[in-house]
């Protein structure tokens, strides 16, 4: 169990390290939604409704989300993929490795980037679009555990959804379709308000609607609880739907998991 | 002698495809042993079910005295695999990489000896990335043998190598088959084979065609040589008094005159020919 920690986080400080030194992959996944924050709170500009809230708050919850969802599920999927195409599952699946220690490394070092990205992103929408932070103690509680079980989940989701694509060439364009969709009928980028109610229906079967949902609660407060659909953040509904895709998650990863290319066993 | 891999009556079947039918081998603690066979014939499958990559159908077998279809990670350690095309961490640099290899094993050598033994110590900062393809492959044969292991399995080694490369490549195999390492090696290049192999097996169809030391391959220390001369030429089993009637035919020396026996590789081409 120690011994599987430690190389854990052994591999978790490797993963770390090649993420930043392939360029693409950081601007791909890491510096995607800064990028469109700083667009987005440049372009709109403006209170909401009469609400008090910017439109910069706004996308500042919901590029947290897509953000978080972009390093957990996103850069997991499409680097698995790879990893089962360039032989390097193969090669750690003929050492004594501890298996598990292959999926913490993956874990620690999504957490690690996906730290950094919502650290940037706040810095972001802080020091540029005026976004005020969060002062009680209930709603940074509320911050943590909304992107705990959002990234865990996603995560796992994104270890399961690497055995779809055939290799490492296709694993982009098969990984990023879903999530580029997702973030579209999230709330992301066009508000929910905007979209027919089966959209919404589909949207909410996934959880990057309800993680945003949650971030929304700590960045909006009280007086944006009015423009959601059902008046409300629902947070136990947030809670309850991301505990069943941790679940789900980590069903699909143990039940689909390959170390190899499909046809090769 | 003791047996490092003994199997019997190994089957494999894809589909409808008989990858691998009945075959038998016993491989011995330290011998360099190598198989030969045509794509297709079952030397990936059968090799694979060896390194516990694969599950078998039918048969017996013992790698280290362990059935490899149920692989431990004590097990592993003991069993080095050197894969045939691997291009992974290529932003990594050999001694990190190799480093962090050593961390999975209980009795791991000395990274940078390691890297020392491979020949590449002054490639140890540079990326993965950035070696060429003989220097790749020794990165991988580093991360084969970080672990101390007692049997090293390598897959066509030396495939795109220049020459140069691939005779600094043989010496590095011998070293470690002079530490005692028994190595298990498939390759497509007879002359590999002749040079490093104690034994070799070939496979053809899924079964073992022919084995034995190569120079008695096949019957190849037996087998009729062909003497060529400036006015003809002859296969006989009695070379050496053709060329006594020849040297008295033309009085003294022989014009043109060769002698050559089979080559391994002209043995090879008949045993899968005959298997087809």
């Known amino acids: 169990m120690t011994a599987t920690l430690n190389i854990g986080l052994a591999r978790a400080s490797l993963e770390t390290k090649l993420f930043f030194r392939q360029r693409d992959a950081v601007i791909f996944t890491f510096s995607f939604p800064i990028i469109l924050l700083v667009l987005f709170g440049s372009i709109f500009e403006g209170d909401l409704e009469g609400t008090g809230i910017t439109v910069a708050q706004l996308y500042s919850a919901g590029l947290i989300g897509a953000g978080v969802m972009g390093v957990a599920f996103q850069n997991l999927a499409i680097g698995i993929a790879i990893d089962r195409d360039d032989g390097t599952l193969k090669r750690l699946a003929g050492t004594p490795m501890p298996r598990a220690a292959y999926f913490v490394g993956k ?15 706040l810095a972001v929408a802080v020091f540029l679009f005026g976004l005020e932070l969060p002062t009680d103690v209930t709603r940074w509680v509320t911050l943590v555990w909304v ?18 694509p055939r290799n490492a060439k296709s694993a982009s364009a098969v990984v990023s379709m879903p999530y580029v969709l997702l973030q579209f009928i999230s709330g992301v980028y066009i508000p929910f308000t905007e979209l027919p109610s089966w959209l919404n229906d589909v949207a909410a079967i996934f959880p990057l609607k309800w993680m945003c949902q949650g971030l929304r609660s700590v960045f909006l407060g009280d ?35 390959r170390w190899t290319n499909r046809g090769e066993s | 002698m003791t047996t490092a891999i003994h199997v ?70 003991r069993v080095g695999i050197v894969l045939q095309t691997a291009n992974d961490a290529a932003e990594l640099t050999v001694r990190e990489t190799v480093r962090h290899f050593a961390r999975y094993y209980p009795h791991s050598k000395d990274p940078d000896e390691v890297i020392a033994k491979v020949g590449l110590t002054d490639k140890a900062g540079a990326r993965i990335r950035q070696l060429s393809g003989g220097q790749r492959r020794r990165v991988d044969v580093a991360l084969g043998i970080v672990g101390r292991p007692e049997l090293v399995f390598l897959d066509e080694p030396t495939t795109g190598f220049d020459p140069e490369a691939r005779r600094q490549f043989w010496d590095l195999i011998r070293s470690l088959a002079a530490e005692g390492t028994t190595i298990v090696l498939t390759t497509h290049y007879l002359d590999e084979a002749e040079a490093l192999a ?42 050496t008094a053709l060329v006594r009637t020849l040297a008295d035919k033309y009085d003294g020396e022989i014009p043109g005159l060769q002698i050559v026996r089979p080559s391994l590789e002209d043995i090879y081409l008949d045993l899968i020919g005959d298997a087809q």
């Open chain 2, 8 to 77: 019997r009556g190994l089957t494999k079947r894809y589909g409808e495809v008989q990858a691998v039918g009945g075959l038998d081998l016993d491989i011995h603690t330290g011998e360099v042993f190598a198989i030969l066979g045509p794509n297709g014939a079952g030397k990936s499958t059968t090799v694979e079910i060896l390194e516990g990559y694969r599950k078998r159908d039918a048969g017996e077998v013992s790698v280290l005295g362990v059935d490899p279809g149920q692989a431990t990670s004590a097990w592993r350690a």
């Open chain 2, 198 to 239: 104690d034994r070799v097996a070939v496979i053809a169809k899924g079964r073992i065609v022919a084995e034995g030391t190569p120079q008695t391959l096949g019957g190849r220390a037996t087998a009729s040589a062909r003497v060529t001369w400036a006015d003809g030429y002859a296969e006989t089993d009695t070379p």
């Open chain 1, 107 to 121: 874990l620690v070092s999504s957490l690690v980037l996906a730290a950094i990205e919502v650290a940037l992103l």
């Open chain 1, 147 to 164: 992107l705990t079980l959002g990234l865990a989940g996603a995560a796992l989701l994104g270890i399961a959804v690497s055995n779809l």
């Open chain 1, 223 to 257: 007086a944006g609880a009015a423009l959601e659909l059902t008046g409300s953040y629902e947070l136990p509904k947030v809670a309850l739907v991301l505990g069943l895709w941790l679940v789900g998650g980590l069903v699909l990863c143990l039940t689909t998991f």
